[in-house]
Nanobody, 123 residues
Framework: QVQLVESGGGLVQAGGSLRLSCAAS????????MGWFRQAPGKEREFVAT????????DAADSVKGRFTIFRDNAKNTVYLQMNSLKPEDTAVYYC????????????????WGQGTQVTVSS
C-alpha cells in the first residue's frame, strides 16, 4: 500500500507561482513513476505532468509546458510540481499519483492516488 499526501495548494493571483508537494510512504518510492493530474468541478480529470522512476524522463501537457515543471527528490520520498505564470484556467484540485516504473498520460494507468490539494488562481 502506497500512501500519497499532497500539500502546497492555495490562492494565488494570475501570473504568480506555487509549488505543490506530494510525499509518499514506504521504502520503494524510487521504483515508481509519479504523475500530477488536476480536476475542476464538473470536468474530467486532466493530465498535467509525469516523471519516470529514475528521473531520466519527464512529460507534460501542452497546456502547461513552459510554465510547470515536475521534479522529484527520492531521498525525501517526494515529488514536486513547480507552477509558474499561473492562469485562472489552472484552478482545480491537483492530485498526485504513482505507478511502477513507466510514465503514462492517462489516469487509469496509475494505481495509487493522493487526496488532492486545491489550487485557485484569481484574475
Amino acid at each position: 500500500q502506497v500512501q500519497l499526501v499532497e500539500s502546497g495548494g492555495g490562492l494565488v493571483q494570475a501570473g504568480g507561482s506555487l509549488r505543490l508537494s506530494c510525499a509518499a510512504s514506504g521504502r520503494t518510492f524510487s521504483m515508481y513513476a509519479m504523475g500530477w493530474f488536476r480536476q475542476a468541478p464538473g470536468k474530467e480529470r486532466e493530465f498535467v505532468a509525469t516523471i519516470s522512476s529514475n528521473d531520466a524522463i519527464t512529460d507534460a501537457a501542452d497546456s502547461v509546458k513552459g510554465r510547470f515543471t515536475i521534479f522529484r527528490d527520492n531521498a525525501k520520498n517526494t515529488v514536486y510540481l513547480q507552477m509558474n505564470s499561473l492562469k485562472p484556467e489552472d484552478t482545480a484540485v491537483y492530485y498526485c499519483a504513482a505507478r511502477l516504473y513507466g510514465i503514462r498520460r492517462t489516469a487509469h494507468e496509475y494505481n495509487y492516488w493522493g487526496q488532492g490539494t486545491q489550487v485557485t488562481v484569481s484574475s
